[in-house]
């Protein structure tokens, strides 16, 4: 503390004040440098290749032309269209499926539910690369899969991994087995969370179930559910390793093409350029498709207020 | 005393300094070695280091040590792993012992590197010590042709990987057929016909004579291959178009769908010996030389003895009985330190016969030093294929073994016709009585767009 005989600060005090003042700086440090490092360069350094063609050491400046042919390739077109098909089927089955079983195993009339909640969210712990792996042997030609099928229809010739429309349903049902426990967990978690008055009080107002669910659990969850649709959007925009371990290239059809597949086509080939531009227009659609259900999903919830 | 943080923080860190500490002291001093190879193939691992049950139990590196007077290391790299590092070692332009001595290369991922021109391909030019050396004229010449760029070649190939027929000659000869007399493809589908008309019972899951992909382009390039084109030749140009081309399409579109039907797809894997054999799914499959091992590991016990190998049928406007499907080779980095010296623990490590013994005991791949094929060894009949000498066979066809052009345009190129053949395959399904005309006018339709798609690709990333 300084004298007030003094108005000299002691050497002490004066490493204090220094000290004081850049202590924050310093606690901040290893954050901004690891930032820095690992995030703010890259990208920084991806916008540079975006506007570069690439052939090994060279380096050529292209401008916008990357975007230009991006924008112009059919490929790309296919690729989009088929992520943004896997998103919507993820979303239309995955939400559901994690809810209901969330609604299932919340209650205490199931016996055993602790293991059904284990057994729903293992898949999740093992990976896409165990569960791409699985799903080959599951789905082959003659696989347990098509085997069982057979049971019921002996003639049965289900290509799941040749045929495109077999081959999407691949995708869909083994990232469904592998996301739907996970999304359980959050809904098991937002379900316990909401308000038990509320059911007594809508029981009183003699609520029905389906009432119930739609105005109270609904409500009660909606934070969790915006969450969920909102990761799984953009998880679904970056698919990329279950098809591509599934089909070892685009598939058949190039069922198995998402945009980020079609990225590493573009490194498989030396040409990071092409890469980076195709990974900043995914970012792009990342960031307005986020907006946009922000947007619309607080409106709603403003509304509903 | 209390932990403040609670007892599972206090156990995690325990743990964590405790493996820190066991890390430490249990590390390997990592000093590199005078010469480090860098493979990808467990097989060929084993045979340099030694490891695994080969059957002169050679350790080639000992012996490339010895003769050298140098040490040598081999790291064994998954070849996605590997792919990476190397595009990156390249981009980067490094130098020195941040480099292995000697890498292999895997056809698949070879591409990328021959992006550049020929002056600034990440390996080194391997023509003049080929010459130096002696080699040129004892590797077969034509497989030079995967692992070259403008004549410049950059990789040594370890393989020739003829294509020839794997088949389950007891279920071909129980319907009356001996598949083998099939000198044509025509014959060769006319026997599946028959083979199929046998089999085949009403109410009954189809059998099917032969493996024919329908999602990917695999059969087809080997085929294609077999008749002498390459989807990209050796110049760049793109030959989807082509009248053979489409000529092969319309031909393998009819050997998988209506009334001339052999083709069927087999499962993803060895699920195909293992599964769809004994189903009868497939009887009889393209196999390069390296998947005769593959066919003996997985096919049921039952089938030893069983297979019988043929050459591929002709074209008629191709003289090749033979394809190529698959391939290693082994570079040598531009910025190594002594090109001489890893060439000279290339010859070693790969060329020698001591070499050649050791990777190809365990297996039927035939090496692409010529001298290897005189090996009496060789004309020992095998038991599992009927005591057919399968290995003298490969070799027989050898020689005959058609060029096989890698470039970043040809590896678009592959995936266009993939995606060509599963729309012309849709087409069929849906227009079963299509006639010929017109079948091959949207085939051509499908594959002139598909040429477009490729030239503005190749155009669009071109640095020539």
């Given at each position: 503390m300084r004298s007030a005989t003094s108005p000299t600060p002691t050497l002490q005090e004066r490493l204090w004040s220094i000290q004081a003042r850049f202590a924050p700086y310093l606690f901040v440090a290893p954050f901004v440098v690891l930032f820095c490092c690992f995030l703010l360069y890259p990208l920084l350094r991806s916008l540079y290749l975006s506007a570069h063609q690439t052939a090994g050491q060279r380096m050529a400046s292209v401008g916008l032309k990357n975007f230009t042919f991006l924008l112009h390739d059919d490929a790309l077109g296919w690729a989009a269209l088929n992520t943004v098909g896997y998103t919507l089927a993820f979303l239309i089955f995955q939400i559901p499926a994690a809810l209901g079983l969330a609604l299932l195993l919340n209650s205490p009339k199931v016996r055993g539910r602790n293991i059904f909640r284990f057994a729903f969210f293992a898949p999740h712990l093992v990976g896409q690369v165990f569960v791409a792996v699985i799903f080959t042997m599951l789905l082959n030609n003659n696989g347990p899969m098509n085997n069982f099928l057979r049971l019921f229809a002996p003639m049965l010739e289900i290509r799941w991994f040749t045929n495109m429309y077999m081959a999407r349903g691949a995708v869909v049902l083994a990232s469904l087995w592998l996301s739907v426990g996970f999304g359980m967990i959050y809904f098991l978690a937002a379900l316990q969370s909401v308000d038990r008055e509320l059911y007594e009080a809508s029981d009183v107002d003699g609520a029905g179930r389906w009432a119930k669910f739609w105005h109270v659990t609904i409500p009660g969850i909606r934070p969790v559910l915006q969450f969920m649709i909102l990761t799984g959007t953009i998880g679904g925009l970056q698919l990329f390793e279950l098809p591509y371990l599934l089909f070892s290239g685009p598939g058949p059809g190039g069922a198995g093409l998402t945009i980020v597949s079609y990225l590493y086509g573009w490194i498989e080939v030396g040409e990071l350029g092409t890469a980076a531009a195709t990974g900043w227009l995914l970012a792009a659609a990342i960031i307005a498709i986020a907006i946009f259900q922000v947007r619309v999903m607080g409106g709603k919830r403003a509304a509903d207020d | 005393m209390p932990f403040h943080l609670g007892k599972p923080i206090l156990v995690m860190m325990i743990c964590g300094i405790g493996a820190g500490i066991a890390s430490r002291v249990t590390m390997q001093p990592d000093a590199r070695a005078d010469l480090e190879i860098w493979c990808f193939s467990d097989q060929n691992y084993k045979a340099a280091t030694g490891r695994g049950k080969l059957p002169n139990n050679v350790a080639l590196r000992e012996i490339a040590e010895r003769e050298l007077g140098k040490t040598v290391s081999v790291k064994l790299v998954q070849f996605r792993a590997m792919s990476a590092r190397l595009a990156s070692l390249f981009m980067s332009n490094s130098r020195g012992p941040e480099l292995p001595d000697l890498v292999e290369l895997e056809v698949s991922g070879v591409a990328r590197y021959f992006r550049p021109t020929v002056g600034e391909?990440?390996?080194?030019?391997l023509n003049d010590l080929l010459e130096k050396h002696g080699w040129l004229g004892k590797i077969q010449e034509r497989r030079l042709a995967s692992w070259s760029k403008d004549g410049v070649i950059f990789g040594i190939p370890m393989d020739v990987h003829p294509a020839m027929i794997a088949y389950d000659d007891v279920a071909f000869r129980q319907a009356g057929i001996d598949l083998a007399s099939s000198k044509t493809w025509d014959e060769f589908i006319e026997n599946g016909l028959k083979f199929q008309a046998y089999w085949n019972k009403p109410g009954q899951r189809a059998r099917r004579a032969f493996e024919m992909a329908d999602a990917n382009a695999t059969t087809l390039v080997t085929m294609l291959v077999q008749r002498g084109i390459n989807v990209v030749d050796q110049n760049g140009g793109v030959h989807l178009s082509d009248e053979k081309t489409i000529d092969t399409l319309v031909y393998y579109l009819r050997m998988m769908i209506g009334p001339r039907s052999i083709g069927f797809p087999s499962s993803v894997g060895n699920e195909a010996f293992s599964q769809d054999l004994p189903a009868g799914s497939v009887s009889a499959f393209v196999a390069p030389d390296w998947r005769l091992k593959y066919i003996k590991d997985n096919a049921p016990g039952e089938y030893a003895g069983r297979f019988r190998m043929m050459p591929l049928p002709r074209w008629p406007d191709s003289p090749h009985r033979t394809s190529t499907a698959g391939g290693t080779s082994v570079g040598i980095p531009r910025n190594v330190r002594d090109p001489e010296l890893s060439f000279r623990l290339l010859e070693r490590m790969y060329l020698s016969p001591e070499a050649i013994t050791a990777r190809t005991g365990t297996n039927y791949i035939l090496p692409a030093v010529k001298a290897a094929w005189a090996n009496p060894k060789w004309d020992e009949p095998d038991p599992y294929f009927g005591g057919q000498p399968v290995r003298r066979l490969i070799a027989g066809l050898a020689p005959e073994v058609p060029p096989r052009y890698i470039s970043p345009a040809s590896l678009v190129a592959e995936v266009q016709l993939a995606m060509v053949l599963v729309e012309s395959l849709s087409y069929v399904r849906s227009h079963p009585n299509v006639d010929e005309a017109t079948l091959r006018l949207k085939c051509q339709a499908l594959l002139n767009d598909a040429q477009e798609r490729v030239k503005r690709q190749v155009a669009h990333g071109s640095f020539e």
């Open positions: - | 391909v990440g390996l080194l030019p």
